[in-house]
């Protein structure tokens, strides 16, 4: 915004009180137009609109929650809930509900594919696949392609461009190398998708078959991070992930010699993975296997459930709270939301 420069004015001793008294009313007016033309640009200038966030917010004594549903029966479409079938806990006391709101909000979703040597008979599932992901987005979700093997590739970084997104799949290579599948997922969450950087939701589709070179009795260094530490990062982070186990255990084992015992330790790890942070594992040997997971991935994140409840411990002590939502009488459904927040410190 430009403003313009004040005009200026001659003033002799004859006219020097008027001319006071005048500068005086001038100046207040301006300086109240100039106070609410300022106050304006954020919201009119910068043309900024706010985009919902998964952070814990806590305007005075009231905790406002961002909760996603994430439904394990891929047979079963996801239902439209009501306060009384969420319960939230907080330090293991349970909290009365005193706000509740549902919509459908924007996100961004990660594809994260597996292109090491031992995916390469997958290649065409691969592809067709994260294809019907981006189908399967909204016009307002931005997608990601992301490959590794050894190392990472960022194929096509966030963007609303589906015929982008689909071209950088169609683009490819074939799967070889390594794979260093910890470290690649634990970029996207602490880079691509990081805490702060972004406002929206957000989500990781991976499809691997998990065997990280890192592996006991795997040929090949492997990841530097640990499976422990990406656990960690998981359970911690505000982003959902989705494994989609690609099956090459028969192939490998003959091909590379790779233990079964890897494998069966693999498939161990993504199931932990998907617990950590409420979601399932899904399992594709071919492209029908996830005929009805796509919609219902989207449908899981586009979902936004706003809960909040005024704490029953109204201690100002700065201390971590923990916070559990759970979904009542439904073992099908699992809530997922920050796991708390830290108390205000200042007094009342």
Not at 14 to 26: E, G, I, L, P, V
Not at 39 to 62: F, H, K, M, W, Y
Not at 232 to 260: A, C, G, K, M, W
Request: glycine fraction near 4%.
């Amino acid at each position: 915004m430009l403003i313009g420069q004040l005009p200026s004015r001659a003033v002799n001793v004859a006219t020097m009180q008027t001319d006071r008294h005048s500068t005086s009313k001038t100046l207040i007016r301006k300086t109240w137009i100039l106070s609410l033309l300022f106050s304006l640009i954020p919201a009119v200038c910068l043309g900024q609109t706010p985009d919902p966030g998964e952070a814990i917010r806590v305007d005075s004594n009231l905790v406002d929650l961002q909760v996603s549903v994430i439904g394990l029966n891929r047979t079963h479409p996801l239902p439209a809930l009501e306060q009384r079938n969420f319960l939230v806990i907080e330090d293991g006391q349970p909290q009365e509900i005193s706000f509740f709101a549902a919509a459908d909000f924007p996100f961004d979703l990660v594809l994260l594919l597996d292109l090491s040597g031992s995916t390469r008979d997958k290649l065409k599932l691969i592809r067709s696949s994260a294809k019907r992901f981006v189908d399967a987005t909204r016009p307002t979700d931005r997608v990601s392609v992301v490959t590794f093997t050894d190392m990472l590739l960022v194929a096509c970084p966030l963007t609303l461009d589906r015929k982008l997104l689909k071209d950088s799949i169609d683009d490819i290579e074939k799967p070889r190398g390594g794979t260093n599948f910890w470290d690649s997922l634990r970029y996207v969450l602490a880079t691509l998708l990081a805490p702060g950087k972004a406002v929206r939701r957000s989500a990781v589709v991976v499809m691997t078959d998990g065997v990280d070179n890192a592996l006991p009795d795997v040929v090949g260094d492997g990841s530097r991070t640990t499976f422990e530490e990406l656990l960690s990062i998981v359970r911690s982070s505000e982003t959902l992930v989705f494994p989609i186990y690609l099956d090459t255990e028969n192939e490998e084992s003959q091909r590379h010699r790779t233990p079964r015992s890897a494998f069966v330790l693999a498939r161990a790890q993504l199931a932990q993975l998907a617990e950590a942070c409420g979601s399932r594992t899904h399992r594709a040997d071919k492209i029908k296997d996830l005929d009805d997971v796509y919609e219902q991935v989207i449908a899981d994140l586009g979902r936004v459930y706003s809960i909040g409840y005024r704490p029953s411990n109204t201690s100002r002590d700065g201390r971590w709270r923990s916070v559990t939502v759970r979904i009542l009488d439904r073992s099908d459904l699992r809530a997922r939301s920050k796991p708390g927040y830290y108390a205000s410190s200042q007094p009342n």
